[in-house]
């Protein structure tokens, strides 16, 4: 398989609870994005790697979202005490130096 | 007013008609992306472009830089056509600036 990898496909969690992501991008890619996108929404930028270096972090991302990129190639992204707003597709995406963004089939999350 | 703008948001077209959706952005761009996803599926990326144009199958993509314009074109639509089509606009911070997306549904 050579493509972006997300698991879990579907994630159900009661509010309060932590989750966490796992993102496997194309192994030669050094550049790493998480998305959100709520429904009817276009995807807003959360976070980005370079190898292992979270180089940017949207304002978006509260305190209670962190990512990790800890070897330079897959990467978490972790939600602590999920609240109902945190329900939506959270999607990952590689690309090589920027060009030729590929992405994964997304998590989606839902907080009941 | 959006960064990234997209028209039209909905069209609705004929099996075999030739389609074309636009995307003008007002922001200093490297690329210009046009993706596509599915409904309930994944984003697909179908072009990046600095410059020019790119085909590929019934897809072509163009661009203008100088009128900071770009537009998709399908030749001989086809149902399994039908998707959100998104432009994405890759400014110098390696962010993606995302239109709104065209919902395409193309009828047999």
């Known amino acids: 398989d050579t493509g972006v990898s997300q698991n879990p496909r579907h994630k159900i969690t009661k509010r309060g609870q932590n989750v966490t992501f796992r993102c496997d991008p194309i192994?030669?890619?050094?550049?790493l994005y998480w998305y959100r996108q709520t429904l009817g929404q276009g995807p807003e930028f959360l976070t980005y790697f370079q190898n292992e270096a979270q180089l940017e972090k949207s304002r978006l991302l509260s305190d209670r979202f962190s990512a990790e990129r800890p070897k330079g190639s897959f990467s978490t992204l972790e939600i602590q005490r999920t609240e109902q707003g945190d329900s939506a597709m959270y999607l990952c995406?590689?690309?090589?130096?920027?060009?030729?963004?590929?992405f994964g089939s997304g998590t989606r999350l839902t907080v009941v | 007013k959006n960064e990234v703008e997209q028209s039209p948001q909905n069209l609705t077209a004929q099996e075999g008609e030739f389609i074309t959706i636009n995307c003008s952005y007002s922001?200093?761009?490297?690329?210009l992306h046009w993706l596509q996803q599915h409904p309930g599926g994944g984003i697909v990326s179908l072009f990046m472009?600095?410059?020019?144009?790119k085909k590929h199958g019934r897809l072509i993509a163009t661009i203008n830089i100088q009128e900071k314009h770009s537009s998709l074109h399908i030749t001989a639509s086809h149902p399994r056509d039908s998707a959100v089509y998104i432009c994405a606009a890759k400014d110098s911070n390696y962010q993606l600036i995302w239109g709104a997306g065209t919902k395409l549904i193309i009828k047999p």
């Open positions: 922001v200093g761009i490297s690329a």
């Open positions: 472009l600095s410059s020019g144009k």
């Open positions: 192994s030669e890619h050094n550049r």
């Open positions: 995406a590689s690309s090589l130096a920027g060009f030729g963004y590929t």
